[in-house]
């Protein structure tokens, strides 16, 4: 049985960025108490069904997690290491933004059972963050990585760049400032417009406009240049860390693993009965509660993943990863032989066009294929 990762979904954040198409919501109140039964109650309804599953990693996202109560916090890691086999390694990440953290808060976290912290910091430029809808200052996020960094032995944070206006030069020293304050991990990603984001109407009326063709890829290759003069690599398309040092609960997505999904609008694909289950819970927090505190669980859509769809989907995962897919592994996950899930014209074209490589039981997408991965996916994958 695939061990098992756990995404806790906290859905509340101080404001709504304008590119984020997450499922965040803002309220003037958020009744602590109330969230936090029913998570503990939708986490106990899957476990039930699940059996005492090996657990591999736990995942506080959002929304913004830092601001749960610790206490909230503590309670669901308790939860899950009594209800499935966890032992005393399995990483435990919480996202946090710094204007929801503080030396006291943090350490609260770690007290509660947290290894590993992900913080929002986006933009080490004033202008940027502000345009970016966040929250706090550079020296506000600077802060809050120097508190992260006594306080947790494991600290990632997000930045993102091809933002309106960015040059080469401005992102190339921006960068560097940031690996400097850097600990074993980044996720560096290209800004994108996402459907039903402010940043879509923006871009609509032609009022955002952000890199793109050779300085939007000029862009992704200086990231992985400067990453891995600091000893970070690319591991996945978007993530660069210390190597031993990459997300495990992330890996377990790009991998094509078994993950339980708990909390509004949360996603699953886990084992069942010899089926892959696709797992869904309602988006809006108020009714997922109400939802849990009637029936034990929030889910709205459940359903098997047909073999062609698995194989589908790990491709469109795996591919993203520097390690690319293992090919037995992919036909005993999906049902799926790889031939039988990539137009056979198409890989040989890439094979030959050095886009991807296959050899020693692998699938790789080599560093133009992933430079270029959205159009090769849509073309290679049946």
Same mark, same amino acid.
């Given at each position: ?25 803002? +309220? ?8 936090? @039964?029913? /998570? &503990?109650?939708? $986490? #106990?309804?899957?476990?039930?069904? *699940? ?111 091809? +933002? ?8 190339? @020293?921006? /960068? &560097?400032?940031? $690996? #400097?304050?850097?600990?074993?991990? *980044? ?124 194989? &589908?989907?790990? $491709? ?67």
């Amino acid at each position: 049985m695939e061990p098992l990762a756990l995404y806790v979904h906290w859905p509340f954040c101080l404001a709504k960025c304008p590119y984020c198409d997450f499922n965040s919501h803002v +309220r003037e109140r958020i009744d602590q108490r109330r969230f936090a @039964a029913a /998570l &503990r109650a939708e $986490l #106990a309804w899957e476990a039930q069904r *699940l059996g005492r599953r090996n657990l591999a990693s736990i995942f506080f996202g959002g929304g913004t997690p830092s601001l749960m109560e610790p206490g909230t916090v503590a309670a669901l890691i308790d939860d899950a290491r009594r209800m499935f086999a966890a032992d005393g390694e399995i990483e435990i990440t919480l996202e946090a933004n710094p204007t929801s953290v503080e030396a006291g808060r943090l350490a609260a976290f770690r007290a509660a059972g947290v290894n590993r912290v992900s913080m929002g910091i986006q933009s080490l430029r004033e202008e940027p963050l502000r345009a970016l809808g966040r929250q706090h200052s550079v020296g506000q996020a600077i802060a809050a990585l120097e508190t992260a960094r006594r306080v947790f032995p494991r600290v990632s944070f997000d930045l993102i760049y091809a +933002r309106p206006g960015q040059t080469l030069e401005d992102w190339r @020293a921006e /960068l &560097r400032e940031a $690996l #400097a304050l850097a600990h074993d991990h *980044l996720s560096l990603y290209q800004l994108t417009v996402e459907p039903g984001t402010a940043y879509e109407a923006l871009h609509r009326r032609g009022e955002l406009v952000l890199p793109e063709g050779e300085l939007a890829a000029s862009l992704y290759e200086a990231t992985g240049e400067e990453a891995a003069k600091f000893g970070l690599l690319g591991y996945e398309v978007s993530n660069y860390a210390v190597p031993g040092r990459e997300s495990r609960h992330n890996l377990a997505y790009w991998r094509y693993g078994d993950y339980a999904g708990i909390g509004p609008g949360a996603h699953g694909r886990v084992s069942v009965g010899g089926a892959l289950l696709a797992t869904r819970r309602h988006r809006a927090p108020e009714p997922w509660a109400a939802l849990v505190e009637a029936r034990g669980h929030g889910t709205m859509q459940e359903e098997a993943v047909a073999p062609q769809e698995r194989a &589908r989907e790990a $491709l469109l995962m795996g591919l993203r990863l520097a390690e690319g897919i293992d090919e037995a592994r992919f036909a005993v996950r999906t049902g799926v032989a790889l031939e039988d899930a990539v137009d056979a014209d198409v890989l040989a074209q890439a094979i030959g066009e050095g886009y991807v490589a296959r050899g020693g039981g692998r699938l790789v997408a080599l560093a133009e294929g992933r430079l270029r991965l959205d159009a090769l996916l849509g073309a290679l994958v049946l």
